[in-house]
């Protein structure tokens, strides 16, 4: 580099002097920089090159970013006046997987996504309480939520008060068949024992199978009817 000087300074005009603040510096890489007014600048074309990792890094050309030393990226240059927009490429668009669509009536797809919660229908619900003392001996049903049909077994339940009632509803047969010309009226008194065992859940069809064998187990199946 040459430098002259000169001792007879002079003093530049108004116009030369206003000619030199817009002239535009060159860096050493020769990139142009900006001047007070923005002229100039990199951005002034369509499209610039920049970092994605320092968007503040923009050149003219492609090439390295002096930062990272990544190669920068071509941006379509943003047309709108106001600064607070962008404009983003179709690459872009489909990397950010942004849709869009008008404002109307339909659906966006053809499919609905809904969060919601499973209730019973309590008009086919129904409750199953415990007619005796006993203890259950086996539970054919522990999940809730299992279909239950009619005619299904529920659980079989020991009771001795059962147990008692059926023996006594036997007991009553047998003697009215050994004793039918007595003064004792044992059909009251069967009725009575079936009247009994009705009343603690047993069915009409489990009473009719303990007459007719007149046999009692020590436990007793509990069946929807």
Known sequence: MLIIGCSNKKEP?????????????????????????????????????????????????????????????AVQRS??????????SDQQIQ?????????????????IVLNATLNIDQRKSTS???????????????NTGDYVNKGDRLYDLYSEELT?????????????????NSIIDFSQLIQSAKYKLLLWGMSEAQIGELVKTKKTSPTTAFIVW
């Not at 003219?60 to 990272?68: D, E």
């Open 13 to 73: 005009t108004g116009d030369k002097k206003m000619a030199d603040m817009k002239m535009p510096a060159r860096t050493a890489g020769g990139d142009t920089t900006a001047g007070h007014d923005g002229m100039n600048m990199p951005g002034m074309d369509s499209v610039y090159y920049t970092c994605s990792m320092h968007p503040q890094v923009m050149k003219p050309k492609p090439g390295k970013c002096p930062i990272c030393g990544m190669g920068l990226i």
């Open 128 to 142: 199953i309480s415990a007619r005796v003392m006993g203890r259950i001996e086996k539970l054919y049903f522990k």
């Open 164 to 180: 008692n009632a059926k023996q006594e509803l036997v007991l009553a047969l047998q003697q009215k068949n050994n004793l039918d």
């Open 95 to 111: 990397l950010g997987n942004i849709k869009s669509d008008t404002i109307n009536g339909g659906m966006l797809g053809d499919r």
């Open 79 to 88: 047309n709108t006046a106001n600064a607070d927009e962008i404009k983003l």
